[in-house]
T-cell receptor
């Protein structure tokens, strides 16, 4: 079974703090993704990575950055957390892109509250 | 821009009462349409991928179908454990590394 593990399920951070969300996948997938999910807005792509040290902006990258130093690990960074970044964050991975219709598999999610 | 609209937003069914969820989409070129199930507080769980109009896939009480403008998720004789939010997403020919999601249908099956 594909396993995408997000290290923190629930976090509470203060405005202005730097926040790291970590994600690890165990299936040797090339692609990894970070989404956020908000009521009424669905899932929106923040960033994705198709290879180590490679990254591409998604639909809502502002206020976020990412790091992929190893193939299995993809980190989302909030440089200075703000209250409008309170959300559920979902990490995902897929094999060799979606060009061949490969499925995206999701982690359990990280609930971030910024106060 | 890709658009995915799911209806209804919420659906309550009695156990055993069959029904269908709708996913209408607009894409420049469809590469794939995906269905996911999401339980409260958890990440989406993959159900099906459909690639071309006329295609159908089944899994237990669920059957997904695809036309050129919409997809249906048919639920036959649902059970309470089928209660979840069902998400539809599309991949287009240009956004090869992304899925564009609808906002989901929240299904409640009452015993």
């Amino acid at each position: 079974d594909v396993k995408v593990t997000q290290s923190s399920r629930y976090l509470v951070k203060r405005t202005g703090e730097k926040v790291f969300l970590e994600c690890v996948q165990d299936m040797d997938h090339e692609n990894m993704f970070w989404y956020r999910q908000d009521p009424g807005l669905g899932l929106r792509l923040i960033y994705f990575s198709y290879d180590v040290k490679m990254k591409e902006k998604g639909d809502i990258p502002e206020g976020y950055s990412v790091s992929r130093e190893k193939k299995e690990r993809f980190s989302l960074i909030l440089e200075s957390a703000s209250t409008n970044q309170t959300s559920m964050y979902l990490c995902a991975s897929s094999l060799d892109g979606l060009n061949s219709g490969n499925t995206i598999y999701f982690g359990e999610g990280s609930w971030l509250t910024v106060v | 821009e890709d658009q995915v609209t799911q209806s209804p937003e919420a659906l309550r069914l009695q156990e055993g009462e069959s029904s269908s969820l709708n996913c209408s989409y607009t894409v420049s070129g469809l590469r794939g349409l995906f269905w996911y199930r999401q339980d409260p507080g958890k990440g989406p769980e993959f159900l099906f991928t459909l690639y071309s109009a006329g295609e159908e896939k089944e899994k237990e009480r669920l059957k997904a179908t695809l036309t050129k403008k919409e997809s249906f998720l048919h639920i036959t004789a649902p059970k309470p454990e089928d209660s979840a939010t069902y998400l539809c997403a599309v991949q287009d020919d240009f956004g090869a590394n992304n899925l564009f999601f609808g906002t989901g249908t929240r299904l409640t099956v009452i015993p």
